[in-house]
């Protein structure tokens, strides 16, 4: 490793270590104001209740005395927000400090196997000779032979079947190499090598896989009946994807190479050999040919029209899931839930003047953000698979009296379980925070509605109770929204 790259290894270092440091301090301050706050509720609690024993205290005093712990109260609201959000604040930093780390841990990595000459004539033997390559239409029949686990692939074409540059370097028994992928991007995250080859390249659609994207665009070339089309609001995919399918368990092997650091062994293959992968643009920046490619993809994308009839009649709606962190009395929905997390994202919400901002209780189904309800205990990360499709039948069944599904947009800041069974049913949807963590998350809704506000002058947010959130210890089910905090 070189002296300017051991520095920039070791200046990111420090900024993790100093990251992590401002983390817990202003940690420290919140817990401190929080139990500052905690102790005046107490007292103003433990006073109002000696004041009913009394029954010769005279009303007009008790009164005097009530107002008085009343403004006390209003008097402990800032000092409670202000304790949430360094709490938010504490998230924040110590996502940045993880991400520091990561970032310098895959530099420190990646530089290392950059100067070890056997490392990338490793990878070449490898492109080169893989051990062992399946046929597509062998996966596409038995997808349990490859393994549930993070890894390279490398995808070999018959050649001549695609219009590309001669690639005469890495042809293995007259297939070609055109494409390398990874399984697993992140570290922490879940994906494998079974869900992107099987489920997302060799079936799936253009949306889920610049693979299928890229070679249904080299197909048109050579007049394979493909039409890029949209369904719904933003989902693109091919006219006939059963016939890409096809296309592909006829002409394509696929080789794999189990790693847990994937993306660090792409990243050297494609800067080694990238002259070599007409399909692959990132990292691969002075390839013409697949930057050429990467810009006909998005200008084909820009002129998919829209429904016509999906402009005029489109309602917007915003659904988003409840959380376990409740007042103890009851109160509008949109006042009950207290998660820093639920307030960001209603403040999102109304700042999308959506047509109506729904919440999906674990008890009560869908209800408006508006209506008073209870406070109750009641998950869905306790329900069995079947209670939870019984209950996602009845929202839609809510859904449908309230909304059109096929026509308007949903807009769902909530968890995989909550969404999982409705997505099926409904038309056009978006996920604005799919795959962020809760720091990440919090750190999204912010920046957005800081920006709202800018632009409408003020931010569009309902004021509720502000009470201290808990934090809720535990390892977040898949990283996505609303995962974690949500009931």
């Not at 890495?170 to 991007?185: N, Q, R, T």
């Not at 800067?271 to 040919?289: A, D, K, Q, T």
């Not at 998950?379 to 009845?394: F, H, I, P, Q, R």
């Given at each position: 490793m070189g002296i300017f790259q051991k520095n920039k290894v070791k200046r990111l270092q420090?900024?993790?270590?100093?990251?992590?440091?401002?983390?817990?301090?202003?940690?420290?301050?919140?817990?401190?104001?929080?139990?500052?706050?905690?102790?005046?509720?107490?007292?103003?609690?433990?006073?109002?209740?000696?004041?009913k024993l009394i029954p010769w205290f005279r009303p007009f005093k008790r009164l005097s005395t009530r107002r008085h712990l009343e403004k006390v109260r209003v008097l402990l609201r800032p000092a409670q927000e202000d304790a949430d959000l360094k709490y938010e604040l504490a998230d924040e930093t110590k996502v940045w400090a993880s991400e520091i780390e990561l970032s310098a841990e895959t530099e420190r990595i990646y530089q290392q196997l950059t100067n070890n000459l056997n490392d990338v004539g490793s990878i070449s033997k490898w492109l080169l000779d893989p051990p062992k390559k399946y046929y597509a239409r062998d996966l596409r029949k038995n997808k349990q032979l490859i393994p549930k686990a993070k890894g390279i692939y490398a995808w070999y074409f018959v050649r001549g079947e695609l219009d590309v540059p001669n690639n005469?370097?890495?042809?293995?028994?007259?297939?070609?190499?055109?494409?390398?992928?990874?399984?697993?991007?992140?570290?922490?995250?879940?994906?494998?090598?079974?869900?992107?080859?099987?489920?997302?390249?060799?079936?799936?659609?253009?949306?889920?896989?610049s693979l299928r994207f890229n070679l249904g665009i080299l197909l048109r070339r050579k007049g394979h009946p493909l039409v890029l089309k949209r369904k719904?609001?933003?989902?693109?995919?091919?006219?006939?994807?059963?016939?890409?399918?096809?296309?592909?368990?006829?002409?394509?092997?696929?080789?794999?190479?189990?790693?847990?650091?994937?993306?660090?062994?792409?990243?050297?293959?494609?800067?080694?050999?990238?002259?070599?992968?007409?399909?692959?643009?990132?990292?691969?920046?002075?390839?013409?040919?697949?930057?050429?490619?990467?810009?006909?993809?998005?200008?084909?994308?820009?002129?998919?029209?829209?429904?016509?009839?999906?402009?005029?009649?489109?309602?917007?709606?915003?659904?988003?899931?409840c959380v376990s962190q409740k007042l103890d009395h009851s109160a509008k929905a949109k006042d009950l839930y207290t998660s820093p997390l639920f307030r960001m994202g209603y403040r999102y919400a109304k700042s999308l003047k959506p047509n109506n901002v729904f919440v999906l209780s674990a008890k009560h189904g869908l209800i408006s953000s508006s209506k008073v309800i209870e406070p109750y205990?009641?998950?869905?990360?306790?329900?069995?698979?079947?209670?939870?499709?019984?209950?996602?039948?009845?929202?839609?069944?809510?859904l449908r009296r309230h909304t059109d599904l096929e026509r308007d947009l949903f807009v769902f800041l909530a968890g995989e379980k909550y969404r999982k069974y409705l997505l099926p049913h409904i038309e056009n949807y978006q996920i604005p925070m799919e795959g962020l963590g809760i720091g990440e998350q919090l750190s999204w809704l912010k920046r957005r509605t800081e920006r709202a506000g800018s632009k409408n002058g003020s931010e569009s947010q309902d004021s509720g109770t502000i009470t201290r959130p808990t934090k809720k210890k535990g390892k977040v089910q898949d990283g996505t929204d609303y995962e974690g905090e949500a009931e």
């Open positions: 420090r900024k993790a270590i100093k990251a992590n440091r401002l983390a817990e301090k202003t940690g420290q301050s919140a817990r401190d104001a929080i139990i500052r706050t905690d102790e005046l509720v107490a007292e103003f609690k433990e006073i109002d209740s000696d004041l005469s370097y890495f042809s293995v028994d007259g297939f070609e190499l055109l494409y390398v992928g990874i399984a697993g991007k992140k570290p922490e995250g879940k994906g494998n090598l079974r869900s992107r080859i099987g489920s997302q390249h060799i079936t799936g659609n253009a949306e889920g896989s719904g609001l933003k989902r693109i995919e091919w006219s006939d994807e059963n016939y890409l399918t096809d296309w592909i368990c006829n002409n394509a092997v696929v080789a794999w190479l189990e790693h847990k650091r994937p993306d660090i062994v792409e990243r050297l293959a494609v800067e080694s050999y990238g002259h070599l992968l007409p399909l692959n643009y990132e990292h691969n920046e002075n390839n013409i040919f697949s930057q050429n490619l990467k810009n006909e993809r998005s200008e084909m994308r820009s002129q998919v029209p829209l429904k016509g009839r999906q402009r005029v009649s489109m309602k917007k709606h915003v659904l988003i899931s205990n009641v998950t869905l990360n306790d329900m069995k698979a079947v209670d939870v499709k019984e209950w996602s039948e009845g929202v839609l069944a809510q």
